[in-house]
């Protein structure tokens, strides 16, 4: 860090005066650094070495934001702040989420700003200003706790480096409101609250999921108090496999279909029912108004106002091996799954049937 330190003051010190003995200024059209290597190379080879140099500087900048984002990230994931997933370890042994979602806002950044350095710069400055101003003080803040040697000097040179940043994040912030700050300055705000708020979120849930102070042990589910319900569409081999499973569970199963054309279609699956199903009754739901699922939310209901008995719903759900062929059908099944987990505490079992024509395609 030293070297770095010592390096990086040499390269400000001799650009800066370089830019003063030729009279270089900043435009939009070519960097000072192209402008003096121009001037002092001409357009040789060692202008373009000067240029390329550059853009690997560049290149290993920007590849920092993706090796340190996702640390970050993971690391209050991992404390709760940031949504878990974060802190996942993909394939690669990377933090492969992080790396995704700091790639998207890198996108959208661009996008609104239209990829104009100039709208760029006052975010970036802002932003680092911010990291450095926080940095700086909770180092004040650490040399203080510990108090170990030479902790006075320590705090005093951090303090005066808060104090620096500091007063250079109020100046940018104040001269560049306008030119693009303004949103660094909203958002910071903004994103402290939805740590605060992903937190709370996740300490509820620890707290919902405490087992202190509960002393009651698990209910014995038997097949005799529980109670399988098997929505079906029609008698086919998806709804057979689906009420095998769930008489393989409870001694109480009902299948339940819901009429919702008004046809003779009920009559043609009792038929079918009566052939190829034995020992489990079937409850034809009549549905006026063409809904599928509520007729089976309202039976459900009544089983639960009624009978004590622990209840499942055993849904036989088709798979197809190909996702444009499953864009074909209805998946009532997921829409079903998806009421019953927000509107009713019923665990729910897909019993899945996978088309033996797709596996043969996929062969």
């Avoid at 043609?268 to 020992?279: L, P």
């Avoid at 639960?304 to 864009?327: A, C, K, M, Y």
Wanted: glycine share 6%.
């Amino acid at each position: 860090m030293l070297f770095m330190g010592i390096i990086l003051g040499i390269l400000f010190l001799g650009i800066t005066s370089l830019a003063k003995i030729y009279g270089v200024l900043p435009t939009t059209q070519q960097t000072v650094i192209s402008q003096l290597a121009h001037m002092i190379f001409g357009s040789g080879p060692l202008y373009y070495v000067i240029q390329f140099a550059t853009l690997l500087i560049l290149v290993v900048a920007a590849n920092t934001s993706f090796a340190d984002f996702p640390r970050v990230a993971a690391l209050l994931g991992r404390d709760k702040y940031l949504p878990n997933q974060l802190s996942d370890v993909g394939s690669r042994l990377v933090y492969s989420n992080g790396i995704v979602v700091l790639a998207i806002l890198s996108g959208v950044l661009l996008v609104v700003f239209e990829g104009h350095t100039s709208h760029l710069i006052p975010l970036y400055a802002v932003g680092v200003f911010i990291s450095f101003t926080l940095s700086q003080t909770g180092m004040v803040r650490h040399w203080i706790k510990e108090r170990s040697k030479h902790w006075r000097r320590a705090a005093f040179i951090n303090g005066i480096g808060a104090v620096c940043t500091g007063v250079t994040l109020v100046v940018i912030a104040a001269t560049k409101f306008t030119h693009g700050a303004w949103l660094v300055i909203l958002l910071v705000p903004l994103c402290l609250i939805l740590f605060y708020r992903i937190h709370q979120h996740y300490e509820t849930v620890a707290r919902g999921l405490s087992l202190q102070g509960i002393h009651q042990k698990l209910i014995s589910l038997t097949p005799d108090n529980h109670i399988v319900v098997v929505p079906v569409s029609g008698v086919h081999q998806a709804c057979l496999k689906a009420l095998d499973y769930a008489k393989g569970i409870s001694n109480d199963v009902r299948a339940v279909y819901v009429d919702n054309d008004g046809n003779d279609s009920s009559e043609e699956i009792r038929k079918k029912w009566d052939r190829y199903v034995s020992n489990i009754s079937l409850i034809i739901l009549p549905s006026p108004e063409r809904d599928v699922v509520e007729p089976i939310l309202d039976y459900l209901h009544e089983i639960q106002l009624h009978d004590g008995r622990f209840l499942t719903v055993v849904i036989p759900e088709f798979v197809s091996g190909n996702w444009w062929t499953r864009l074909l059908h209805r998946q009532m099944a997921s829409k079903l799954k998806n009421t019953l987990l927000y509107r009713y505490h019923v665990p729910v079992v897909s019993v899945a049937y996978y088309f033996p024509a797709d596996k043969k395609i996929k062969k």
